[in-house]
């Protein structure tokens, strides 16, 4: 007798916890499941965060073309060795040669001074020193254009402060007169402009979802791919059955789910010195229906999978424009409209705003309640969406 028949006169509330209980059996008896939802979420974050540990480019090899050779020109160079950013100790005479080591990817910048360099600065000319950076990889370029607009800004002051000094000026109000306007800018929750910092949190949300849904429809396209969906769960007689199924599954998936944000939170964080400023309670409320969302929309979507396969290359082919579509490499409201209204109905671009604003900024729950309502729309969503994509499913071959 099929599993479908045999539990045709349960409760409602035990079809519930029969559907909990059971898809716990389902996900530890795949071992497929298990490396996906459990196992590759914790390694690829681990993976993740350790590559971006270093959070800041620094000693970045430029190559200087000192073609002045003069005490003017050796204390610029001098002054952007000295940069956190970059290491210039690499001084050539010429400009083919530090095309060669650009071009060996020895370097990541050319700094070349001109002639004269020592002799118009004296003068008040204004001589020009060009940089090129290497602007195909942005982190490159910034640290040079950062580290030689510090020395070029030191170096304009240190130059106006001793002329002020020569007319009798003394120190304080020469540098007074130097800089008139002083600005003071703080980077505020990242302030070192860590790489890690800014993109891991978008990442964690997408690894899990990636994962558990990977997970979800690899024991979906199963079930159908060998025709034993309805056989693998309790009879549906009415609205509420396939409630309780669906609520049992999507409490299953979630809780394995809080169980790899727990790994992540506290491990990963701390291993690697990231910040957690959020409220522990407030994160958790903030998770729990994002990864119900995920859940439900899990379930939703094995109606689309009709072979274990199909799951693994769909959720794996659209995890990049999912990451895409958080806004962490470009702005959501920079992208086509079409594409943005999209990604307000995908739950890790719904959700990472508000878990960035928690775990980064310290915000408290109420603040990001719009953001909070907005993941639970999509869990209501997904939810009616789920109860009847499962009465379509059980109805498909109720008593293969």
Known sequence: MSLNTKNNNMTVFSKFGYAFKNEYRFIFKDAAVVFSMLLIAVVISFVYTYIYSNQVLTGL????????????????????????????????????????????????????????????????????????????????????????????????????IQKLNARGLTEDQALKNAT??????????????????????AVFLVIIQTTMLTGIGLLGGTFRERKRFANAHTAVTNIFDAIAI????????????????????????????????????????????????????????????????????????????VLLLCGVSWPVGEIPVFLSALSQIIPSSAATKGFVALSQAGSRLGEVKDLWLHVWALCALYFVLSVFTMKSLLKENPEA
């Open 180 to 201: 008139p306007v002083q600005s003071t800018v703080v980077g505020l929750y990242n302030p070192d402009s860590g790489y890690a910092i800014f993109v891991m949190p």
């Open 246 to 321: 669906v609520l049992g599954k999507a409490l299953a998936y979630t809780s394995v789910g809080l169980f790899v944000f727990t790994l992540i939170v506290g491990l990963d964080l701390p291993l690697f010195n990231m910040p957690q400023r959020g409220n522990i309670a407030d994160l958790y409320l903030y998770i729990f229906p994002y990864l119900l969302a995920i859940s439900l929309l899990g379930i939703t979507l094995n109606r689309f999978f009709r072979h274990r396969e199909d799951a693994a290359m769909t959720i794996i082919f659209s995890s990049i424009p």
């Open 61 to 160: 090899p430029v190559v200087v073309v000192d073609q002045d050779q003069t005490t003017e020109s050796r204390m610029l160079t001098r002054m952007l060795d000295a940069t956190e950013q970059v290491d210039a100790s690499c001084v050539v005479a010429n400009l083919t040669e530090a095309e060669r080591l650009f071009d060996q990817g020895r370097a990541r910048g050319i700094v070349l001074i001109p002639p004269y360099f020592g002799r118009d600065l004296n003068r008040q000319a204004q001589p020009a020193v060009s940089v090129f950076a290497d602007a195909s990889y942005i982190l490159y370029y910034k640290q040079v254009y950062k580290a030689m607009s510090l020395v070029t800004a030191y170096m304009n002051a240190g130059i106006e």
